[in-house]
Nanobody
Framework: QVQLVESGGGSVQSGGSLRLSCAAS????????MGWFRQGPGKEREGVVV???????SYADSVKGRFTISRDNTKNTLYLQMISLKPEDTAQYYC???????????????????????WGQGTQVTVSS
């Protein structure tokens, strides 16, 4: 079982930037689907971005061009660089790990929260206008 600890959240003004980190222990994240999810006040948890073991990524339309996921396998750490932040980005952000699934076409990640089994405690991002 992988343990995940997020950090880097905070309060910024609209247009600002933040970098979230997710330190993993217990296993090697390069073998997993890794993702960032967020949950705003009164909203359901939603996917922000998922990265698979090959490094292929899938971003939510709302963050494309503004958020970038990266993975440092030597540090076993996942990152989320966020720029041009907007008030609607305000949410608790979670790092998650999930299994790779196999099909006749190859391996793939499930991009919804149901496809992830290990979760961090979350880090709050607040963007003011």
């Amino acid at each position: 079982q992988v343990q995940l600890v997020e950090s880097g959240g905070g309060s910024v003004q609209s247009g600002g930037s933040l970098r979230l980190s997710c330190a993993a222990s217990g296993t090697t994240i390069s073998n997993y689907c890794m993702g960032w999810f967020r949950q705003g006040p009164g909203k359901e948890r939603e996917g922000v971005v998922v990265i698979d073991s090959r490094g292929d990524t899938s971003y939510a339309d709302s963050v494309k061009g503004r958020f970038t996921i990266s993975r440092d396998n030597t540090k076993n750490t996942l990152y989320l660089q966020m720029i041009s932040l907007k008030p609607e980005d305000t949410a608790q952000y979670y790092c998650a790990a999930g299994p790779l699934y196999h099909s006749s076409s190859g391996t793939y990640c499930v991009r919804t929260p149901s496809g992830f089994v290990s979760w961090g405690q979350g880090t709050q991002v607040t963007v003011s206008s």
